[in-house]
């Protein structure tokens, strides 16, 4: 919103204060002003000239000799090039020693031999905008009204001893999107009284109802709807102080009708659209939404198709405008219109930023409707404007207004007690203070017991609709910088992460650490995605199924990560990438409702996907692939890292869509008993096929056990003082016989006295026979307090190898 200083001093007495003076008030008041601009750019010496005669150059086809009369009573000499320029015009000179923008002296010269003493100025030349004058002024000189003055300096003609204040309004304050809403907060600010227009609309004696008739269809998406009938109307260009105001607001002038429109939208913020009402051949005006297949070519020439949710202004048959947006060609006031019929209402919002936006045409008028305009200043502003149109193009306003109502505008009345004020400030304000602040906003009030006010706050400030809004315009008017500083006080409580979210950070740090790269895969998947690993999912649960899906392939939340880490992988394969290890933390969801009443259930997990070569062929070694020891090793890892090795155990599982004879049930040991929270293994070779990949493996558990158990208590030992033992032992048995089951029963059976004990080969052959493995120990013994001898080791060493052969029907190896 660019605001005028001398336009805006119209309002409100301004004396004493600067353009920077009165931004920076506004600015520490809440309303922050871009910057400040002076319309001068450095002209001087400029004055009003009269143009008495224009002879051809003697030596030069493109300039023209000018006898001008400047006031002085000496006639100039001035060589001009414009097309335009003609005897018997106004026009702006420069005369000698006069100062353009850019700092252009201007001196005696002489152009193809003839002395030339100034220069007629266009509107560029003077720092004007050009785009912002009427299409007829936008080249050649500047051409000023016949009833300009000669010798009246340029810059008291065109408003140029002015400056222009860029307000970087919010959304809320759209209460300053016109002149008198600007100089209401200046009038609180400073405590001056506002000056309001008083139109005079002096009616004929015939009756505007007898010309229009007004009714609304839609009555949700306008509440007020008012026209008044204007006849006899002369349409021509505006006078300079209408022009200079709107180019100063940065609006080109078109005409005087339009461009009283245009000036009373700026100055009561509340837009109005001129008809010519001799195309209004019905005579009758209806407010409606548009009809499936109707369309409406605009002024800006364009065919608009409508569509049913759009708001229009209709003659009852046809739309002739676009609610609050812009008017319809087929209505258009032109140079030949006698009779105009005027409007102003009070549209919905947001019906009117959809339309906007919708058509991509967003116009003064929308914005100022978007953000809803000031219900109790309709009449006003159509009182003011056809006030104007009878001055500026006398015309005859007919007698009465033509409106129709679907609600009345009513004053919001908020209660807000003193305490509450000093309790959100930290002040210590008095009633006497808040009430003068009140009458200073222009807001009326009742104040009742203990320092209670019933404020009515005016429909021009819709902003304003809690206790909290009245105590926000206190702290502006008492000054943000009048606000003491109170010191925090109360319990800190540090920072911290929860348990979950260091076990989630630790993990990413150890398994990144170890080369594995994370990814973040989408919580969107295709309903096909989610039938795969079923068993990792509880019996009963169901995908979640979004309401308004992006596509098909995005149209279910996931139920399990690992789906995700193989597209991850295929896409990388597929340009080249063939080895990866990567891991995702993420949510996965699911529901036991069909149609959702509450939120899903929404479960961490980890999961991780090992496929291509562990190491790379190198010259002088070969390639490593990766296996299932590498993807079990990561489980291993991020278990002894949360202090729960001792509580996992690894049992061979079949699950869907896992390799049948390369898997593993992951299960932990609860208070609750053993549970699976995942699994580890290969990929079925069907699935691998499908995904085209290598041998991959992978691996997908529930944290939420994990976030419970885990121990990240680090015990310390000293140093051991006595030596140890070490035996080994071989053991022949059958296949289906887990090495965890050995090492349990090893355990077991030597008690405290055995340190550690670990598996160090694994063989099978023809030799041994048909279901048959070897299974090589390494034990290790030590007590705490004392050396060992030979006989006790080799005594409790005997009985683990008893233990074995009875439990597991084990032949030691010699």
């Known amino acids: 919103m660019k605001v005028s200083y001398n336009w805006l001093n119209e309002y409100i007495d301004l004396s004493g204060l600067t353009g920077d003076e009165l931004a920076e008030k506004m600015t520490s008041g809440g309303i ?11 002209v001087t010496g400029v004055v009003v000239g009269f143009v008495l005669a224009k002879e051809k150059h003697p030596d030069a086809d493109k300039l023209n000799v000018c006898k001008v009369d400047v006031g002085t009573g000496e006639e100039l000499q001035i060589v001009c090039g414009a097309k335009n320029v003609d005897a018997g015009q106004l026009v702006p000179v420069a005369t000698v020693g006069a100062s353009l923008p850019d700092g252009l002296k201007i001196k005696r010269a002489k152009l193809r031999g003839v002395e030339s003493q100034g220069m007629i100025c266009s509107a560029k030349e003077l720092g004007i905008n050009d785009k912002l004058l009427p299409k007829e002024q936008q080249e050649g000189i500047l051409v000023l009204p016949a009833s300009t003055k000669i010798g009246t300096p340029i810059s008291e003609v065109l408003g140029l001893d002015n400056e222009v204040l860029e307000l970087d309004l919010t959304p809320n304050r759209s209460d300053c999107l016109s002149m008198l809403g600007v100089a209401y907060e200046v009038g609180a600010l400073t405590g001056r009284p506002v000056r309001l227009p008083e139109p005079a609309v002096n009616g004929a004696a015939e009756r505007t109802d007898s010309r229009i008739s007004v009714s609304i269809s839609s009555p949700d998406f306008c509440s007020h709807y008012s026209v008044r009938y204007i006849k006899g109307v002369k349409i021509g260009p505006s006078p300079l102080w209408l022009q200079n105001k709107l180019i100063a607001a940065g609006i080109r002038p078109i005409s005087n009708v339009v461009d009283v429109t245009n000036f009373v939208m700026l100055e009561y913020g509340q837009p109005l659209h001129a008809f010519d009402a001799d195309k209004i051949t019905t005579g009758r005006i209806d407010v409606r939404l548009a009809k499936e297949g109707e369309t409406l070519e605009t002024l800006d020439g364009q065919e608009r198709k409508l569509e049913p949710q759009m708001l229009v202004i209709t003659d009852g048959e046809k739309p002739v405008a676009l609610a609050g947006v812009m008017g319809g060609a087929n209505s258009e006031v032109e140079n030949g219109t006698v009779n105009i019929l005027l409007e102003a209402a009070k549209f919905d919002g947001g019906t009117v930023r959809k339309t906007s936006r919708q058509l991509g045409l967003r116009s003064e008028s929308s914005i100022r409707f978007e953000k809803e305009v000031d219900p109790a200043g309709v009449i006003p502003a159509l009182n003011r404007a056809a006030a104007l149109i009878a001055e500026l193009a006398e015309g005859l306003v007919t007698d009465g207004i033509v409106e129709e109502k679907t609600a009345e505008a009513k004053a919001a009345t908020i209660d807000v007690s003193l305490a509450k004020v000093n309790g959100y400030l930290g002040t210590e304000l008095s009633k006497l203070e808040v009430q003068t602040i009140f009458e200073r906003l222009g807001f009326s009030y009742s104040l009742g017991d203990n320092g209670q006010f019933s404020v009515t706050v005016p429909t021009r400030r819709g902003d304003i609709t809690r206790d909290v809004d009245l105590i926000e315009e206190v702290a502006r008017l008492f000054g943000y910088d009048n606000i003491p500083t109170t010191p925090i006080h109360g319990d800190l409580t540090p920072g911290a992460l929860t348990k979950p979210q260091a076990i989630r950070r630790e993990l990413r740090k150890r398994l990144t650490d170890a080369g594995i ?36 392939d995005r149209s279910v939340l996931r139920t399990t990560l690992i789906a995700q880490l193989l597209e991850t992988a295929a896409y990388n394969r597929n340009r080249k990438n063939e080895s990866a290890a990567i891991f995702e933390i993420g949510s996965v969801f699911h529901t036991d409702e069909e149609r959702l009443t509450r939120l899903p259930q929404e479960k961490h997990r980890f999961a991780a996907l090992l496929t291509g070569n562990r190491v790379e062929a ?28 001792d509580k996992i155990h690894f049992v061979p599982a079949q699950p869907a869509h896992f390799h049948p004879g390369r898997t593993a049930a992951v299960q932990i040991e609860t208070a609750r008993g053993t549970q699976t929270i995942g699994y580890v293994g290969q990929l079925h070779p069907a699935l691998q096929l499908e995904s085209d990949l290598a041998d991959t493996y992978v691996l997908e558990i529930e944290l939420d056990e994990l976030y419970e158990l885990a121990d990240f208590d680090i015990v310390y030992r000293s140093l051991p003082r006595y030596p140890a033992m070490q035996r080994d032992i071989a053991v022949l048995l059958d296949q289906a016989v887990p090495a965890s089951s050995l090492t349990s029963s090893v355990w077991a059976t030597a008690g405290e006295l055995l340190e550690s004990v670990r598996v160090f080969d694994v063989f099978t052959g023809e030799k041994l026979g048909a279901d048959k493995k070897s299974v090589a120990l390494s034990l290790v013994y030590r007590h705490a307090e004392r050396t060992l001898t030979d006989e006790e080791v080799t005594e409790l060493h005997g009985k683990v190898v008893a233990e074995l052969e009875q439990s597991f029907a084990a032949e030691l190896r010699k």
Do not use: C
Not at 32 to 42: A, F, M, Q, R, Y
Not at 523 to 543: E, H, I, M, V, Y
Not at 629 to 636: M, V
């Open 517 to 552: 790269h994370e990814v973040v895969s989408y919580s969107f998947t295709s309903p096909q995605r989610t039938q795969l690993f079923s068993d990792l999912t509880a019996a009963g649960l169901k995908p979640v199924t979004l309401a308004m899906p992006m596509s098909e």
């Open 32 to 42: 922050e002003i871009d910057g400040v601009e002076s319309l001068n750019k450095g």
């Open 618 to 645: 190198q010259w002088n070694a070969k390639a490593v692939p990766v296996d299932f020891y590498d993807a079990k090793g990561i489980l291993e890892t991020v278990f002894q890292v949360l202090g729960l090795t």
